[in-house]
């Protein structure tokens, strides 16, 4: 059924907001692992990739851990994204080929400014995830996602809370979004689903 509501939305309007997309004994096992992350285990988000890398504050402070399939708790997260990209692949026929993923931590006063996910023309990533780890959180703590329209990027289209257990997921090329100013500590799961654009004998991403 998740997968179906999922699908269903992004075809009718390119993207989903699923609260409690999983168990709660889920959502809980990931929250207390992304707590548990040591400051050190933690880097300063970047903007761009590869050589155009670089930590731009002005445009985004979170701290990020990319997630790997050696760490137990996170290997679960993955788990379920590779079926939920095998389920994409076959109703949909996009050809999803990865997913990658990071632990995002907003500390007071972190936010991420509006951009996009992916370029048009540069199709490597297709299907952006968002996925909330936050108890309790009050709609007076900020932080909220911003969606805004493909052609009006100044037309807002949902403004989704952070609330622990909301799924988003929506098409990287087409919709700018932004991170509003958290104003206590916050912790999400970004990723992405994406293509294979390989060349040679060089898989991308690059392990």
């Excluded at 609260?19 to 970047?46: D, G, I, R, V």
């Excluded at 632990?103 to 990533?125: E, P």
């Excluded at 052609?151 to 809370?161: F, W």
Aim: glycine share 4%; proline share 4%.
């Amino acid at each position: 059924m998740l997968f179906d509501n999922i699908i269903t939305a992004l075809v009718e309007q390119g993207y989903a907001v699923i609260e409690h997309a999983f168990a709660p004994e889920f959502e809980n096992h990931l929250y207390t692992h992304a707590k548990q992350l040591q400051q050190s285990q933690l880097k300063q988000a970047a903007i761009g990739r590869e050589s155009d890398e670089n930590i731009n504050n002005t445009v985004r402070r979170d701290k990020i851990k990319w997630m790997d399939q050696q760490q137990a708790t996170e290997a679960l997260w993955l788990d379920k994204m590779e079926q939920l990209r095998i389920e994409l692949n076959r109703s949909l026929y996009l050809g999803l080929f990865s997913y990658e993923a990071h632990f995002a931590q907003y500390q007071v006063g972190d936010f991420y400014k509006k951009h996009l996910d992916s370029f048009k023309g540069q199709a490597n990533r297709i299907l952006s995830t968002v996925y909330y780890l936050n108890p309790d959180w009050q709609a007076n703590n900020g932080g909220e996602l911003v969606i805004y329209h493909p052609d009006n990027h100044q037309q807002e289209i949902i403004r989704v809370q952070p609330n622990c257990g909301t799924l988003v997921i929506f098409l990287s090329e087409e919709f700018p979004h932004e991170v509003l100013p958290a104003k206590q500590a916050r912790y999400s799961i970004a990723g992405w689903f994406r293509l294979n654009t390989s060349m040679g004998k060089q898989i991308d991403p690059p392990s």
